[in-house]
């Protein structure tokens, strides 16, 4: 007994200290992350077709939109490279991911209204987003306040500030980019203590948060994709363990939600 005893306090310790263990954001990482955005909004910008899975295989194409008319959720890893080659981020982890949905019945409207109703996302989107604001509007550019919570083993909970720009391409599409200006971990949160940690020296859960959404409207219904990127830490020694799954599971899991819950909503 004497001995589980033991094994559980030191588990009960390494669990306590982790969220506490300080990573920083250095400037070498911030420039990789930046050259690896660059690279793939390239791509965005040079691809022919609007939607992900217009540009699969013919094959491909055809069980993936089966898939989204029976109502699923179809999500894949993506990777950019430059010139072939992995862009390499030094202290850091990107992950890239990009998920769509099909909702029957609804319009591009809809989804904008649903994706631009800041004032409510905290509770629309909830857990992951614990609170939300529009802090201001110009026309359709949005600065907007998320607090997001993160629970994998460990909770994390930061505050962040965003810039999204909507863009409407046509009657039936719309697209919009959204990055975020400023992430800060929270230390106890909700409670008299609760402060944000100095931005880009705290735990390192998520530095940058970049999405990119498009709306089609076809078929009878609109598809809402969305790619996401995020930067995080890398795996610190003696933590791989508990923080692995954490940073590598999260980023696909929030995507998951998000466009589940949009599905959901515009389905109603």
Partial sequence: MRGTAAVAAVILLLVGAAPGSSAELKPQTVTAF??????????MKDAPQFLWVDGLPAS????????????????????????????????????????VVFVPGATVDKALSLLQDYDHHGQIYAPAVAASKLLSRDGNNFRVYLRFMMKKVITVVVNSEH??????????????????????????????????????????YL??????????????????????????????????????????SIPRE?????????????GK
């Fill in 60 to 99: 491909q194409q055809r069980a993936v939109l089966e898939a989204l008319r029976r109502g699923e959720l179809v999500i894949d890893r993506l990777t950019t490279r430059q010139s072939g080659n992995e862009i390499d981020i030094p202290d850091g982890m990107v992950h890239h991911w990009i998920g």
């Fill in 163 to 204: 810039d999204a720009r909507f863009t409407r391409e046509g009657p039936n599409r719309a697209s919009s980019r959204i990055y975020s200006t400023r992430v800060a971990e929270v230390e106890a949160p909700g409670t008299p203590q609760e402060r944000e940690k100095p931005v880009g020296n705290d735990g390192g």
């Fill in 207 to 248: 530095w940058r948060l970049y999405s990119y959404w498009r709306v089609l409207e076809r078929d009878g219904g609109t598809y809402v994709q969305c790619e996401s990127i995020s930067l995080t830490r890398d795996i610190p020694l003696g933590f791989g363990w508990l923080v692995r799954p954490f940073v590598t």
């Fill in 254 to 266: 929030s995507l998951e939600f998000t466009l589940t819950t949009t599905r959901n909503v515009l």
């Fill in 34 to 43: 930046d050259r690896y955005v660059q690279v793939t909004e390239q791509r």
